[in-house]
């Protein structure tokens, strides 16, 4: 259980440009299952998405995970949090030009120094699970749109994290693409994983395996 008390994000407090992304939400949210963070444009949905996976803090409140009060660790304990929690799929994916697809995939895991040798088997098993093995040693910028994706997933996963995190994930996808996408992403709710998806696209909100939808509008529960 992911809870919130009172939570707010401010940008440029105090400042003539000040804007106010989050207001005082008090809300619970499952470790399982699906839950959309439904809202239009500047409804809040990325501020909220990025305290929820550690990598910001709220400008006032609390966050807590599992019992365990997140947002007052100092800096280095919420980075091993976040690494070892949450995996991220971005809105444009977010691969490294110049890099490998299996390089990409073993990127957010070098800073937790794995053995090298367990590392790569542990990635191409990933590639292999997502029909992306014969891609593992072509540069990421080769990449269709289909594959670039589900290249971000298993670079998502390589942490074996317990909450995946995905922010507006069918934005730049087609209609096919964002159903295969939703697919895969059942697929892993399937095997425990709780899944936090922002999203004003119905495809996403409106999806049959989607457990819980939280609609925000200017920082606020709708």
């Not at 500047?42 to 550690?54: D, F, N, P, Q, V």
């Not at 971000?152 to 994290?161: F, G, Q, T």
Request: proline share 5%; glycine share 8%; net charge positive.
């Amino acid at each position: 259980m992911i809870r919130l008390d009172a939570v707010s994000k401010v940008y440029n407090q105090g400042r003539h440009n000040e804007v106010w992304a989050v207001r005082d939400l008090r809300l619970e949210l499952e470790t399982r299952g699906i839950t959309v963070l439904k809202g239009p444009s500047g409804s809040g949905k990325t501020s909220l998405l990025a305290m929820l996976g550690c990598l910001s803090r709220p400008s006032s409140g609390r966050i807590h995970l599992e019992g365990r009060l997140l947002s007052n660790l100092p800096e280095r304990f919420m980075t091993q949090v976040r690494r070892s929690t949450f995996g991220f799929i971005f809105q444009r994916f977010n691969l490294i030009r110049g890099l490998t697809v299996l390089e990409n995939v073993m990127l957010p895991a070098y800073p937790l120094a794995p053995d090298p040798g367990r590392l790569r088997d542990q990635a191409l098993g990933l590639l292999r699970q997502f029909r992306l093995e014969e891609r593992a040693h072509n540069k990421s910028e080769w990449l269709s749109g289909g594959e670039a994706q589900r290249t971000a997933i298993c670079r998502a996963l390589i942490n074996d994290p317990a909450i995946i995190i995905a922010d507006e994930p069918t934005a730049n996808l087609d209609s096919q693409l964002s159903r295969e996408l939703l697919t895969l992403i059942g697929e892993l709710a399937d095997q425990g994983k709780g899944i936090l998806i922002s999203s004003h696209d119905p495809l996403v909100f409106d999806h049959a395996r989607v457990s819980r939808v939280v609609e925000l509008r200017d920082g606020r529960l709708a």
